[in-house]
């Protein structure tokens, strides 16, 4: 394969070269015949308007000095030959066809090149100038190139064929014995066998890797098969946990489906797994509220509400069915089964019965009032207790009453039953205002779901003490925040109120505001900036990865926090040096790239590597450094820079080739910018006004300066703002305009044509314009002269002046 594909694209770059060759020898060939049919239908338009034969075959006698020429006549407007010239040796009678207005006018055959030009006078066809070239020197460039081309083919067939052999000898066999052994533990699943390893070259240090592989995946493949193992057992001892519990548990699916339920929910309920639909379940289960006996509605159902996202906790639920005629009371809690992504994929309910317990409570309450005669005996005797605890409270209240904290107590339902006087400079209120109010109304109303939730929870779960913060409405409407510490009061296992103590932390409330605010600040200004930062500490972990850090490099904040930057972006080529440059800093403070900004290469999580464009810099927090670093993706400028070199290349070649065609052409060519600086001259422009392209100062276009402008009468003065350049500045095109320039200094006058046209850019704006120019002087004397000899003629022959 190696071989053929190198004979192959020696082949094709050989026929291309061929082809290019070929195709340049043919354009010039067309570009030189084309300038010798214009310069001899140049000269010949007098020889053919006069009917001289002579002057006509003396133009075509000087191409006698054009070897490859073998045929070429002057046709008149009729197409019948007028003059013709036959190169020696060559045949004679040659014809030349006219061809039509669809054919081109130059054609190439295998062993000629015809080459067809109009002669044309004031836009008429007064004849046509047809040549016939040889191609022998085309047929030699074939022979030669080919022949190289042949002899290149045969070498580097040899060179392939001998690399090939040795490719096959020390690469493609351990390769093919590579692929075989790895395509056997695919097939068997075997990952107990081996390569054999024969060398320390790159196949064998891959031989050496895949076999680490292997021993680890064999070592990671019984620890899958144990794990496993272990794994069946935990299932069957959870399910035999599942079978042999006291509690129900139930659990649907995300569509409300059961797909589990145990034998001690069936005791429980009475009925066993039913596949029926949500609407039914109340119905057939026989779900009641257990005080006022009615059926759940589908939506208040603790599966229902589970599989909605709420959490239940012990609700009290009475079922009667069928096989349940009586009805027993059970208490329920059900949550809803999330994935990893937060996704409710079901629910579970447990629940067990309390049947006893309830009828257990209706014999305690009648003990509660056989103990509530007790209690009133026991009055007297607390009422002598309480005596002697009022002399205490007395001076328990003088110390609560003068301290700047707020101290208040209440009952379980959260309305004040003491405050001490700090209310008053606390909130506003007094304490005949506060007491007996709820502490939620001065709660600040945004708060107050929230601080009620959280001191349900306390209630809920009997927390002995909590300290929370909230904001609160004072009397003339401030908010303030505030600090409390609430302590339970119990009688017994009962709640019966609260003891609290409630500071002022507004002041601190707002520092820490403010110092949240600078945080956020600095944080949107490191997320928006445009490009990317990264903060490590003093181990080179990352500490801070922006959101451009993330864009350039491919990495997610997620997957790099924490992790060492140099293991993550910096190529292998680099590391050694930034870790000794690191370590450096460390010790000595000092780094050759802290604060400078220097370009260079990183990697991101494709593992490409990129140009970027870095800046150091460091800062110490708590004593310890930390380094931030500043990156820019220059990647694609660095790219286009390139292009941008190639591309000056190449306009700098096409100008060079430009300059050829224009230094090799019979007519003047200026080009001139807006400000009518010249940025294009040929030489035939310089010789024939004197003016030319200067590549440094860029000459500004005056011919006024330098001639006198007349129209052809030479009397006339021609305005220099009608001029074809000027013109076309304006974006108006013209076509032969005939000038006399009359040198200011010499007085020599020249003929000249001009024709000029606007250059515009993509937008249709003018950018530069272009004028030719023709030197037609010499013509119009040689014109001139064949008047007079046309007069002289027809005197002598006998016609009369001006007939």
């Given at each position: 394969?190696?071989?053929?594909?190198?004979?192959?694209?020696?082949?094709?770059?050989?026929?291309?070269?061929?082809?290019?060759?070929?195709?340049?020898?043919?354009?010039?060939?067309?570009?030189?015949?084309?300038?010798?049919?214009?310069?001899?239908?140049?000269?010949?338009?007098?020889?053919?308007?006069?009917?001289?034969?002579?002057?006509?075959?003396?133009?075509?006698?000087?191409?006698?000095?054009?070897?490859?020429?073998?045929?070429?006549?002057?046709?008149?407007?009729?197409?019948?030959?007028?003059?013709?010239?036959?190169?020696?040796?060559?045949?004679?009678?040659?014809?030349?066809?006219?061809?039509?207005?669809?054919?081109?006018?130059?054609q190439f055959t295998d062993q000629n090149l015809l080459v067809y030009h109009k002669i044309l006078k004031d836009n008429q066809t007064v004849g046509h100038v047809v040549m016939r070239f040889e191609l022998s020197e085309l047929n030699k460039i074939k022979m030669d190139v080919l022949r190289l081309g042949i002899v290149l083919l045969l070498v580097g067939t040899v060179l392939a064929f001998l690399i090939a052999m040795i490719i096959k000898m020390y690469i493609s066999k351990p390769l093919l014995n590579l692929v075989t052994v790895i395509q056997k533990i695919k097939d068997t699943a075997d990952y107990g066998m081996r390569i054999t390893v024969d060398g320390k070259d790159e196949i064998s240090i891959l031989a050496t890797g895949l076999n680490d592989m292997l021993s680890t995946i064999e070592k990671r493949d019984n620890e899958v098969a144990l794990s496993k193992e272990q794994l069946n057992k935990q299932n069957t001892l959870l399910q035999s946990v599942i079978q042999n519990m006291g509690d129900g548990l139930v659990v649907v699916d995300e569509k409300g489906k059961f797909i589990l339920w145990n034998p001690a929910s069936e005791k429980i309920i009475g009925i066993g797994l039913l596949d029926i639909s949500q609407e039914k379940w109340s119905e057939t289960y026989g779900v009641f509220w257990p005080e006022t006996k009615n059926l759940f509605k589908t939506d208040e159902l603790p599966l229902v509400r589970a599989l909605n996202g709420e959490e239940l906790d012990n609700l009290e639920i009475f079922i009667q069915n069928y096989k349940k005629t009586i009805g027993n009371f059970i208490v329920m809690s059900a949550s809803p089964l999330k994935d990893e992504l937060g996704n409710i994929t079901g629910a579970v309910a447990v629940f067990h019965d309390i049947t006893e317990r309830k009828n257990s409570e209706n014999e305690i309450k009648k003990l509660n009032e056989e103990l509530e005669q007790k209690v009133i005996e026991r009055t007297d005797q607390l009422a002598k207790a309480i005596e002697t605890l009022r002399k205490s409270e007395e001076k328990y209240r003088e110390i609560v009453e003068n301290?700047?904290?707020?101290?208040?107590?209440?009952?379980?339902?959260?309305?004040?039953?003491?405050?001490?006087?700090?209310?008053?400079?606390?909130?506003?209120?007094?304490?005949?205002?506060?007491?007996?109010?709820?502490?939620?109304?001065?709660?600040?109303?945004?708060?107050?779901?929230?601080?009620?939730?959280?001191?349900?929870?306390?209630?809920?779960?009997?927390?002995?003490?909590?300290?929370?913060?909230?904001?609160?409405?004072?009397?003339?409407?401030?908010?303030?925040?505030?600090?409390?510490?609430?302590?339970?009061?119990?009688?017994?296992?009962?709640?019966?109120?609260?003891?609290?103590?409630?500071?002022?932390?507004?002041?601190?409330?707002?520092?820490?505001?403010?110092?949240?605010?600078?945080?956020?600040?600095?944080?949107?200004?490191?997320?928006?900036?445009?490009?990317?930062?990264?903060?490590i500490n003093e181990e080179g972990n990352i500490l801070r990865w922006n959101p451009q850090a993330e864009k350039i490099f491919g990495w997610p904040i997620e997957e790099v926090l924490g992790k060492k930057m140099r293991d993550l972006i910096i190529p292998e080529q680099y590391k050694e040096s930034h870790m000794k440059g690191f370590q450096h800093f460390l010790e000595t403070s000092e780094g050759p790239y802290i604060n400078k900004t220097v370009e260079i290469t990183a990697l991101n999580k494709k593992n490409i590597e990129f140009d970027i464009e870095l800046t150091v810099s460091t800062a110490s927090i708590l004593g310890k450094h930390i380094f931030i670093a500043f990156i820019k993706d220059i990647s694609l400028s660095k790219k286009l820079e390139n292009e941008k070199i190639e591309a000056d290349r190449l306009v700098r070649l096409n100008e060079m080739k430009l300059k050829l065609i224009l230094e090799n052409i019979g007519e003047g060519i200026i080009v001139t910018d807006t400000q009518k600086r010249i940025v294009l001259s040929n030489h035939m422009a310089e010789e024939i006004i004197g003016i030319k392209q200067d590549s440094e100062t860029h000459n500004t276009l005056d011919w006024s300066a330098k001639y006198d402008l007349y129209y052809p009468d030479e009397q006339t003065i021609f305005p220099s703002q009608n001029l074809p350049l000027e013109k076309a500045l304006k974006g108006e095109s013209t076509d032969d305009v005939e000038i006399i320039i009359a040198d200011s200094e010499t007085k020599n006058k020249k003929r000249v044509i001009i024709s000029g046209r606007p250059i515009v850019d993509e937008n249709n704006y003018i950018i530069a314009a272009v004028a030719n120019i023709k030197d037609i002087t010499y013509y119009k004397q040689l014109e001139s002269a064949l008047e007079e000899s046309e007069q002289k003629y027809r005197k002598l022959i006998g016609f009369k002046s001006g007939k």
């Open positions: 394969m190696q071989v053929f594909t190198s004979a192959l694209v020696l082949g094709i770059c050989i026929t291309a070269f061929v082809l290019i060759d070929i195709k340049g020898f043919k354009d010039r060939k067309e570009t030189t015949s084309i300038a010798i049919a214009q310069m001899i239908g140049f000269n010949s338009i007098s020889a053919l308007e006069f009917l001289d034969n002579t002057a006509a075959n003396k133009s075509l006698s000087e191409l006698k000095g054009q070897t490859d020429i073998l045929n070429a006549s002057i046709l008149d407007k009729n197409g019948k030959v007028f003059a013709s010239y036959t190169k020696k040796g060559s045949d004679p009678k040659f014809q030349f066809v006219i061809p039509n207005e669809r054919q081109k006018n130059i301290t700047s904290d707020v101290l208040h107590t209440t009952d379980y339902k959260g309305n004040f039953t003491y405050i001490n006087p700090a209310c008053k400079k606390l909130t506003g209120y007094s304490q005949e205002e506060l007491i007996g109010e709820n502490i939620s109304e001065l709660v600040a109303p945004e708060w107050r779901e929230r601080v009620a939730e959280f001191y349900l929870n306390q209630y809920k779960h009997k927390i002995d003490e909590t300290l929370y913060s909230f904001p609160i409405i004072t009397k003339t409407r401030d908010q303030k925040w505030i600090e409390q510490t609430v302590t339970q009061l119990r009688e017994g296992n009962r709640i019966t109120g609260h003891k609290s103590i409630m500071r002022d932390i507004t002041e601190r409330k707002a520092a820490e505001q403010k110092l949240k605010e600078s945080e956020d600040q600095l944080q949107t200004i490191f997320n928006e900036a445009p490009d990317a930062l990264i903060v």
